[in-house]
T-cell receptor
Framework: AQKITQTQPGMFVQEKEAVTLDCTYD???????LFWYKQPSSGEMIFLIY??????QNATEGRYSLNFQKARKSANLVISASQLGDSAMYFC?????????????FGSGTRLLVRP | DTGVSQNPRHKITKRGQNVTFRCDPI?????LYWYRQTLGQGPEFLTY????????KSRLLSDRFSAERPKGSFSTLEIQRTEQGDSAMYLC???????????????FGNGTRLTVT
C-alpha cells in the first residue's frame, strides 16, 4: 500500500521568495510516480509537476521544481519567486507502478499563503 | 479539450434524501475516477472506471453509494439515504494513458460540494 505524508498544514512565504513544501512517501513498489497538484479556493485540482521513480533528473516546470531524494523517500516541491496567485492548497500524490488503475493516493495537503 | 465537467456545483439536501451527481470527462479519456474530499483533507479514492466497466471500488464506498458509466462517456454517482457524514466535495477525474503510461496525470473537474442538513 502507498502512503503520502505532508507534515506542514500551513506555510507562509513572502512574495518573490522561494518556498519548499515537504512530501514523504511510503511504498514497496520499485516503480512509481509522484505528482503535485494545486487547489485554489475555487476547488479545482490543477496538475503541476510529475516525477518518475526512475527519472535521473529532478523534474522542473517553470517556477516549480521537485527535489526528489529517493533514498529518503521524499519529493519536496519548490516554488521559486512566489506570487500572490500561488496562495492555495498543495497536494502531493503518488501512483504505484503495480497499480493498473493508475489512481492517485493523496496526502493531506499544505496550505500556502503568499504575503505581499 | 473542454476539461472535466461536473454538475451540479453545489447540492444541499436533507438527511435521508437521495442525490445524484454527474461527471463529463475529457472526451478522449477512457478512464474515470471519483474521489471524495472532506474539509482540510486530501482527496480520497472512491471508484474507477475503464470505459464502461467499474473495475475498482474503495471500502469507503458503502452500499448507499453507486456509480455508473453506462456508455463509457459520462458517469453518475448516486448516494442513497444521505447522512450528515456524506457532506464533502465529490471530485471526478479522467485520464488516458495511451503512450504516456504512468506519467499521465489525472485531470480533475471543479467538484460537487454536497451539504447534508
Amino acid at each position: 500500500a502507498q502512503k503520502i505524508t505532508q507534515t506542514q498544514p500551513g506555510m507562509f512565504v513572502q512574495e518573490k521568495e522561494a518556498v519548499t513544501l515537504d512530501c514523504t512517501y511510503d511504498t514497496s513498489d520499485q516503480s512509481y510516480g509522484l505528482f503535485w497538484y494545486k487547489q485554489p479556493s475555487s476547488g479545482e485540482m490543477i496538475f503541476l509537476i510529475y516525477q518518475g521513480s526512475y527519472d535521473e533528473q529532478n523534474a522542473t516546470e517553470g517556477r516549480y521544481s521537485l527535489n526528489f531524494q529517493k533514498a529518503r523517500k521524499s519529493a519536496n516541491l519548490v516554488i521559486s519567486a512566489s506570487q500572490l496567485g500561488d496562495s492555495a492548497m498543495y497536494f502531493c500524490a503518488m501512483r504505484g507502478g503495480m497499480d493498473s488503475s493508475y489512481k492517485l493516493i493523496f496526502g493531506s495537503g499544505t496550505r500556502l499563503l503568499v504575503r505581499p | 479539450d473542454t476539461g472535466v465537467s461536473q454538475n451540479p456545483r453545489h447540492k444541499i439536501t436533507k438527511r435521508g434524501q437521495n442525490v445524484t451527481f454527474r461527471c463529463d470527462p475529457i472526451s478522449e479519456h477512457n478512464r474515470l475516477y471519483w474521489y471524495r474530499q472532506t474539509l482540510g483533507q486530501g482527496p480520497e479514492f472512491l471508484t474507477y472506471f475503464q470505459n464502461e466497466a467499474q473495475l475498482e471500488k474503495s471500502r469507503l464506498l458503502s452500499d448507499r453509494f453507486s456509480a455508473e458509466r453506462p456508455k463509457g462517456s459520462f458517469s453518475t454517482l448516486e448516494i442513497q439515504r444521505t447522512e450528515q457524514g456524506d457532506s464533502a466535495m465529490y471530485l471526478c477525474a479522467s485520464s488516458s494513458h495511451e503512450g504516456a503510461g504512468g506519467r499521465s496525470p489525472l485531470h480533475f473537474g471543479n467538484g460537487t460540494r454536497l451539504t447534508v442538513t
